[in-house]
């Protein structure tokens, strides 16, 4: 692989690893609901990316007074996104619904390379035709032959989540001031909520900062994979974009295995396996696919 490439490759395959082993840290507030968690995460994040963009801003680097319409739209429509996937995420995460959020990790890839492949001009080739058919048939008997599961978390999460991946390969901004355009936006939208619902005991508390001191993490455990996230997003194609992503339910895999003690099917196993072998064996026909990517630019 060339060394321009790593960086990115790099990126990719730590905030998709991150993400997958986040659930711990999600799993350590089983006493708040998930709303209060989505609140406390966009206020953590807001205040650490408004100090992250104001210093670069200082510095004169602030593409944010370039904004068009077209962008602030995508990044709305992201910020939507990852709302619900957030949601989504942390509830499987307090019940202990690993596997389901796994599932729909491993739905999202598959969507983003179909996408890439059908629709972004990606390169199509026979053996990126092959690789998808193997990955859709190892998911579809996957689904058949896990059992009970909450079958709503694996659909929104894939959904959610693919999207998110496609809208952050379309925008011209940086990965962090992309990110506070969204959690800007996230902000805005809890507080026109907040004038028509009340959370009631879903509102935000300082004592819940008291009880659970890890709260304050909550910023830097979203936004720290996200930054990487959208950094390699927007120099990897669609399609190896959506392979590193099975990092994700590798981890949420292993995750709810060693941590939740939630015990899958041999079947879940070895449709896990098919689909790293069928990625192995096509990164290694490629070769140097990755050697496509544009040079690192920088990552604010």
Not at 73 to 90: D, E, K, R
Not at 236 to 250: S, Y
Not at 254 to 283: D, E, K, N, P, R
Request: positive net charge; charged residues 10%; aromatic residues 12%.
């Amino acid at each position: 692989m060339p060394a321009h490439i790593l960086l990115p490759f790099a990126m990719a395959f730590l905030a998709n690893f991150i993400l997958g082993a986040s659930s711990i840290y999600w799993h350590l507030f089983v006493g708040l609901s998930p709303v209060v968690l989505v609140i406390w995460r966009i206020a953590f994040s807001l205040i650490l990316l408004g100090l992250l963009v104001g210093h670069f801003v200082l510095r004169g680097n602030d593409s944010l007074r370039r904004l068009t319409g077209r962008v602030v739209v995508l990044h709305v429509a992201a910020a939507v996104l990852v709302a619900i996937n957030w949601g989504a995420f942390i509830w499987a995460s307090m019940q202990g619904s690993v596997l389901e959020s796994g599932l729909g990790y491993l739905l999202a890839p598959v969507f983003v390379m179909i996408v890439g492949l059908l629709f972004l001009a990606e390169p199509r080739t026979r053996p990126r035709f092959a690789c998808i058919v193997v990955i859709v048939l190892a998911l579809a008997t996957l689904v058949m032959a896990a059992g009970r599961l909450e079958h709503w978390v694996y659909w929104t999460i894939g959904a959610t989540w693919g999207g998110y991946t496609l809208l952050k390969k379309r925008t011209s901004l940086s990965p962090i001031e992309g990110l506070f355009v969204e959690t800007t936006v996230l902000s805005i939208l809890l507080v026109l909520a907040s004038v028509w619902i009340d959370f009631g005991s879903h509102a935000p508390a300082a004592s819940q900062v008291v009880n659970y001191p890890w709260l304050a993490a909550a910023g830097l455990v979203s936004v720290a994979p996200l930054v990487m996230f959208s950094f390699a997003a927007r120099k990897l194609g669609a399609f190896n974009m959506g392979a590193l992503q099975f990092v994700l339910p590798t981890t949420q895999l292993l995750v709810s295995y060693t941590y939740y003690g939630q015990v899958a099917t041999m079947t879940t196993y070895v449709c896990f396996g098919i689909i790293w072998m069928a990625l192995v064996a096509l990164t290694l026909r490629e070769g140097g696919a990755f050697g496509r990517a544009r040079l690192p630019k920088s990552i604010i």
